[in-house]
């Protein structure tokens, strides 16, 4: 098998970057540390091969054809430790940790598990910096301000740990085959892990009807006359709606309500 006969397989999420203006972006893009490269889905290698030059890379490939056919493109990356290739569900070798050392993740994500991926590195303490390539949609919630419609969970989730920003908007054009939506290369740097599973738990009452007002979607769960109580102290309008708090209000009730 050669790169110019592979079939991409559409349950592994393989749409190929193609647009070396992208991927010069996404080097550029790339905080400047000593930290390891964590690659997932290296597909055809063609991002990898940037990332070789830069650093050692390890990477997390499902697909076992590819897997052998990276093994036979980077044989002297591979032997000279470069690279170094795990081939499986990454998902199933992530513990606490994906690798035992301060690592930067830098990769075209499977689409179908992106969000998942990216809460895993927010999570996993050897995790500093997450430079990925994601559906637009996605990219956008990460990187969404209080006050925007698409900010919920996921923007407070990454606010709390660290600073977020789209580096580029990536047409479908970019890839082959193409996928049906819009793409986007966003940056998360990381000052702290993940917050406690029990500030999500919260999160996730707060958004569970986001055009409801935050009072209605939380005193479903908590006590409406604390809930008011609370409101009253830290100045906040009974009608607000979740979108409007920003992350600092929203850990501030937490706090309270705990
Ligand atoms: N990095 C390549 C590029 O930019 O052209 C390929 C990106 S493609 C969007 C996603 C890659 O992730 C594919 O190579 C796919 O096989 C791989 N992949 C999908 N699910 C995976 C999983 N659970 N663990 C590891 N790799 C996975």
């Not at 992530?94 to 690798?99: A, E, F, H, Q, T």
């Not at 998942?116 to 590195?121: D, E, G, S």
């Not at 559906?135 to 996921?154: H, I, P, R, T, W």
């Not at 009807?209 to 009253?232: A, G, W």
Request: with cysteine.
């Amino acid at each position: 098998m050669n790169k110019n006969s592979v079939v991409a397989k559409k349950q592994f999420g393989q749409n190929f970057l193609k647009d070396q203006s992208v991927l010069h972006k996404i080097i550029e893009a790339m905080p400047k540390n000593d930290n390891r490269l964590v690659e997932i889905g290296p597909g055809l290698g063609d991002l990898t091969k940037f990332l070789v030059d830069v650093k050692s890379v390890e990477a997390f490939e499902v697909d076992t054809d590819l897997c052998k056919l990276l093994q036979s493109i980077f044989k002297e990356e591979i032997a000279t430790k470069k690279l170094h290739i795990n081939c499986g569900d990454v998902l199933e070798a992530w513990k606490s940790s994906l690798v035992d050392e301060p690592y930067d993740l830098v990769a075209n994500l499977p689409y179908y598990i992106a969000t998942n991926i990216i809460l895993k590195a927010l999570a996993d303490p050897m995790c500093k910096n997450i430079l990925v390539m994601v559906q637009l949609e996605v990219a956008e919630k990460f990187c969404a301000e209080a006050g925007d419609k698409v900010f919920g969970s996921l923007g407070i989730i990454t606010q709390s740990v660290g600073e977020a920003h789209i580096v580029v908007k990536v047409p479908p054009t970019a890839f082959d085959p193409q996928p049906k939506v819009d793409s986007a290369v966003f940056l998360i740097q990381k000052h702290c892990d993940r917050s406690d599973e029990d500030f999500e738990g919260l999160l996730r009452v707060a958004f569970k009807q986001p055009r409801k007002t935050l009072m209605k979607n939380l005193s479903s769960v908590y006590d409406k006359k604390l809930l008011q109580e609370i409101f009253e102290e830290l100045q906040l309008s009974l009608t607000v709606r979740p979108h409007q708090l920003g992350t600092k209000d929203y850990h501030q009730l937490y706090n309270k309500i705990k």
